[in-house]
């Protein structure tokens, strides 16, 4: 088997020692920003598939090294980068997601399903030191699924790769200069068993929507657990419905995000493959962009176009919140950014004690 090497640009864009291996994909543009150094065919693919979400096929047995370093690069020019001589096609599908297939000679040897593969979360250097450069933040976010015996909890554990949809979310970002990466999934256990039951009983006909929104809040409290890293890492809790159709929710107390999974489930086939382009795709990145908002201490505005748009105020049938940040917001995000953590009162930031 031919050894793979893409050349281009790579030894003059060594990245410094010690420095992760990075892919990130803005689904919105559909360009690819890579940072590789050496790393085998098929594991880039795999990573590429979590990342997308596209279905990636490829003729077994294919083999190769690749390195790349480049930035916005349209998707098919990214992978005339990467595979080099090998062939490839790209399809984006209407109904389904985006096709990758990668070959020799014919397209009808694609035919082996690479399975998604993340990048480990590596810890970037400490953020909470001198003052704002306005320089990359890197946020680590762990993802959680909840298992339960309730249906209405337990979240499908085979659709927890949230990746793709962060990917939307890091896209809306940009702007900041922030980026959330995630960090693999996790299942976790509800903290109380009354909760559990108590939340699953909001389900039954005949409760109504006040007293939803009058409990919902108390229950959820109960039920999640306070996690000994509440404050210092961001946390996504995949739960599988929220009652009345709710939305994500950002819980400042548990400095948790909270993401109901039947309203991306539609979105995600068997295979992991993501309707990438879906408009339900970018709706719900949107709302998790603004959830994340929260957690970065930003409150709701009324502003139309607004990210942090107050649902209520929002006008016209757009599928989302706006996507806009205000320059203040930018500065108060970063703020909250530079801590490495989510907004958690009384906890981060820290209260200032009294002299
Ligand atoms: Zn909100």
Do not use: C
Request: net charge positive.
């Amino acid at each position: 088997m031919r050894l793979l090497l893409t050349w281009i640009g790579f030894a003059l864009l060594l990245p410094a020692a010690g420095a992760a291996n990075s892919v990130v994909w803005h689904p919105k543009a559909r360009t690819f920003d890579m940072n590789v150094r050496a790393m085998g065919l098929e594991q880039l693919l795999g990573v590429i598939k979590a990342e997308t979400g596209w279905e990636v096929l490829v003729e077994p047995g294919l083999k190769g090294r690749v390195g790349v370093k480049f930035r916005e690069k349209p998707a098919a020019d990214a992978m005339r980068l990467l595979l080099g001589d090998k062939r490839f096609s790209l399809v984006p599908r209407t109904k389904g997601g985006t096709r990758l297939m990668v070959y020799e000679s014919n397209r009808r040897g694609a035919t082996q399903q690479v399975a998604a593969a993340m990048l480990a979360y590596e810890e970037a250097e400490p953020l909470g030191q001198g003052r704002d450069d306005g320089r990359l933040l890197t946020l680590k976010v762990k993802v959680h699924h909840l298992k339960s015996s309730y249906a209405s909890i337990n979240a499908d554990s085979k659709l927890t790769n949230i990746r793709p949809l962060l990917a939307g979310v890091n896209e809306m970002w940009q702007s900041t200069n922030i980026r959330f990466v995630a960090d693999r999934p996790l299942p976790m256990r509800a903290a109380d068993r009354d909760a559990e039951k108590a939340f699953a009983g909001l389900f039954k006909p005949g409760v109504s929507a006040t007293a939803v929104a009058q409990l919902q809040s108390r229950i959820l409290h109960k039920m999640l657990p306070d996690l000994p890293d509440r404050g210092k890492v961001f946390h996504i809790v995949v739960i599988y419905t929220m009652p009345r159709a709710y939305g994500a929710v950002y819980l400042p107390a548990k400095g948790m995000v909270l993401m109901p999974q039947v309203k991306f489930a539609a979105l995600v086939d068997a295979n992991g493959v993501w309707k990438d382009g879906s408009p339900v795709f970018f709706a719900q990145s949107n709302i998790l962009a603004h959830e994340m908002g929260h957690s970065l201490s930003l409150p709701h505005v009324a502003t139309q176009g607004n990210l942090m748009i107050d649902g209520k105020l929002r006008e016209g049938g757009g599928v989302g919140p706006g996507d806009r940040l205000t320059a203040k917001q930018i500065i108060a995000a970063r703020r909250q950014a530079f801590s490495g953590g989510p907004y958690v009162p009384g906890l981060n930031p820290k209260p200032i004690k009294p002299k």
